[in-house]
């Protein structure tokens, strides 16, 4: 069974930095491009950052230069460390899993983690 899990969302605020992760099954973990999307209220999902299994990275570029995404081999965790956040960051933060090649907001997802950037 799949399985993406998803911790470490919170509030914090503005300027402040934040890590969520993400624990995967092995069984895609080993294959697939691991990434982090994100959904404010009203807004469409958008991909934040992922990661290939080359270690290939791509981020949105409202992240660039703040956000880093990372990947555990030995403990099948992915990481999406933010620093210095912005109220506009504020999101649910959900972790995706999609096979190579696919296109879009596809594949599989965790529940979901809630970021707040708040004063």
């Known amino acids: 069974q799949v399985q993406l899990v998803e911790s470490g969302g919170g509030l914090v605020q503005p300027g402040g930095s934040l890590r969520v992760s993400c624990a995967a099954s092995v069984s895609i973990f080993n294959i697939y491009i691991m990434g982090w999307y994100r959904q404010a209220p009203g807004k469409q999902r958008e991909l934040v950052a992922a990661?290939?299994?080359?270690?290939?990275?791509n981020y949105l570029d409202s992240v660039k230069g703040r956000f880093t995404i990372s990947r555990d081999w030995a403990n099948h965790m992915v990481y999406l460390e933010m620093n210095s956040l912005k109220p506009e960051d504020t999101a649910v933060y959900y972790c995706n899993a999609k096979r190579p090649g696919a296109l879009g907001p596809t594949g599989y997802w965790g529940q979901g983690t809630q970021v707040t950037v708040s004063a």
């Open positions: 990661i290939h299994t080359n270690g290939n990275t």
